[in-house]
């Protein structure tokens, strides 16, 4: 068999010799990945589409839907009238909320719904819904999911996978900012975008959509070769790597066969524990809660909706331009006829002007603004196309990742992905550096050892199994 290296050699040596066509392999290999990975989530999260409604349909309503295959099946609304306010998707449903007289608080309202609908429909989910988070954003930002897919397909992260997680973090709103200071697409945090610009060459304007997707793409397509599996990657970004470590052990405990598995059987397990005794506990899942369960199957809930998104609004093109000096928006409006407003539908960011070394956006391209980095137009080079095929099948396992031997063959990488001299090839080693910089200085691979090997850990997962195994004997 081929090692590793001599193989991305002769990709490389084909892709020059056949033309661009095997540039595709690295996505050929993402996309096997997330097929393996939703077929883990079918089998047990089967209601994932369920989440594909909730950011569709305007807030102030509840939304019910089936667990066993995510069918919406009715919503009420959060205020007023339940008799009269249910809009049924379902309505062979309906007659099993006959004659109910409705308490008056909405938790109350929820748990009698559940009680009346589950004899007839089955086990039931239901959330409000959240549409004014996404809605308003389609008409501005929809035209640029073809691109802004391109951009993450670039580093192997199939589009709709990476878009979706964007829905969820930010409703596609390059100005969206947390509670907690988390900043623009994908909602890394202001000190986060602060280190990357360091490490940068070029200006990160961390309002930018289209500046924050590569690096956003990078990020994800690293954490899912770590893990070899985009569910936990996905995972780490909204509740952290140690969150995610702890809750992958738990689940190798409980006889996952692969990474994904493990992820959401120890999901499963720190929801159940949860419930049934949330403080006794807790040393198992810390600050892993519902909303760190349920966040991968949203994201692959949500991935309907960026198909659907793109299939429903006229695409438009991007162009990106390099600066040379700062250019004021008097500058780019006059120049391109465009207004302001349009021209900060590229360039949330934009206020006064662009930085010098930023990047300037707009549907036409303007040389006089600067040099064309638009790279996910462009088909990938065969150097890059080889260095990130070898990256996404490295096979060292999450464990070999936190080990200090590891990081020169990160940092091998890096220098690589550097040396192609491309724009992508740049961001992936910023971000490697990023993430390595990450591995290097936080406690994350002695808190997990501690984890592992803690006999008080052990002995509380013995515990916690057995009172779970008790209580779904007892039909609790």
Same mark, same amino acid.
């Given at each position: 068999?081929?090692?590793?290296? %001599? ?17 595709? &392999? ?22 994932? $589409? ?21 069918? %919406? ?19 062979? #449903?309906?007659?099993?909320? /006959? ?47 073809? &691109? ?14 990476? #878009? ?18 988390? #900043?623009? %697409? !994908? ?28 690096? !956003?793409?990078?990020? #994800? ?12 990657? %996905? ?16 689940? &190798? ?21 949860? /419930? ?15 909303? /760190? ?54 360039? $949330? ?128």
């Amino acid at each position: 068999m081929l090692s590793r290296s %001599l193989r991305a050699v002769l990709v490389a040596v084909l892709v020059v010799l056949l033309g661009p066509s095997l540039s595709a &392999e690295p996505m050929d290999h993402a996309e096997a990945r997330l097929q393996a990975d939703l077929e883990v989530v079918k089998a047990f999260r089967p209601a994932y $589409p369920f989440w594909q409604h909730i950011f569709t349909i305007s807030d102030g309503r509840i939304a019910f839907g089936s667990a066993k295959d995510g069918r %919406l099946l009715v919503t009420f609304p959060t205020k007023g009238d339940w008799s009269d306010g249910a809009l049924w998707t379902d309505r062979s #449903l309906a007659p099993s909320m /006959s004659g109910v007289a409705w308490p008056t608080r909405l938790d109350d309202r929820r748990e009698l719904a559940v009680r009346r609908l589950e004899p007839v429909a089955g086990p039931l989910l239901h959330n409000p819904t959240r549409g004014l988070f996404l809605l308003p954003n389609v008409p501005k930002y929809g035209p640029f999911l073809a &691109e802004w897919g391109r951009i993450y397909e670039r580093f192997g992260v199939p589009a709709d996978i990476g #878009l979706a997680q964007a829905i969820l973090e930010s409703g596609l709103n390059g100005t969206a900012r947390s509670r907690a200071n988390a #900043l623009g %697409l !994908c909602q890394f945090l202001r000190r986060n975008w602060q280190t990357l610009n360091r490490l940068s060459p070029e200006t990160i304007e961390a309002y930018n959509q289209t500046t924050q997707a590569p690096y !956003c793409a990078a990020y #994800l397509s690293i954490l899912a070769t770590m893990y070899g599996s985009f569910i936990p990657a %996905l995972s780490e970004h909204h509740s952290g790597g140690v969150n995610v470590g702890r809750t992958l052990i738990n689940g &190798e405990r409980l006889g996952g066969a692969t990474t994904a598995e493990q992820y959401l059987m120890g999901s499963q397990f720190a929801r159940d524990l949860r /419930s049934v005794a949330l403080r006794e506990y807790r040393d198992l899942y810390r600050t892993y809660g519902i909303r /760190s369960f349920r966040y991968a199957e949203m994201v692959f809930g949500n991935a309907i909706n960026v198909q659907r998104i793109r299939a429903d609004v006229t695409q438009e093109r991007i162009y990106a331009m390099r600066t040379r000096r700062a250019i004021p928006m008097g500058e780019i409006t006059r120049r391109t006829k465009l207004t302001a407003a349009e021209v900060q539908r590229f360039n $949330p960011a934009l206020q006064r002007q662009v930085p010098a070394k930023g990047t300037l956006y707009l549907p036409v391209r303007v040389p006089e603004f600067g040099a064309d980095v638009t790279f996910w137009q462009r088909p990938a080079g065969a150097e890059y196309s080889a260095v990130l095929e070898e990256f996404l099948m490295l096979d060292a396992g999450v464990q070999r990742w936190h080990e200090a031997s590891f990081e020169p063959e990160l940092q091998r990488f890096r220098r690589r992905f550097e040396a192609t001299g491309t724009e992508e090839g740049r961001v992936m080693a910023t971000m490697l550096a990023y993430v390595i910089g990450d591995l290097r200085t936080s406690r994350r691979a002695a808190i997990l050892d501690d984890f592992r090997s803690n006999g008080h850990i052990l002995e509380l997962f013995q515990k916690g199994v057995a009172e779970l195994t008790a209580a779904l004997g007892s039909g609790q």
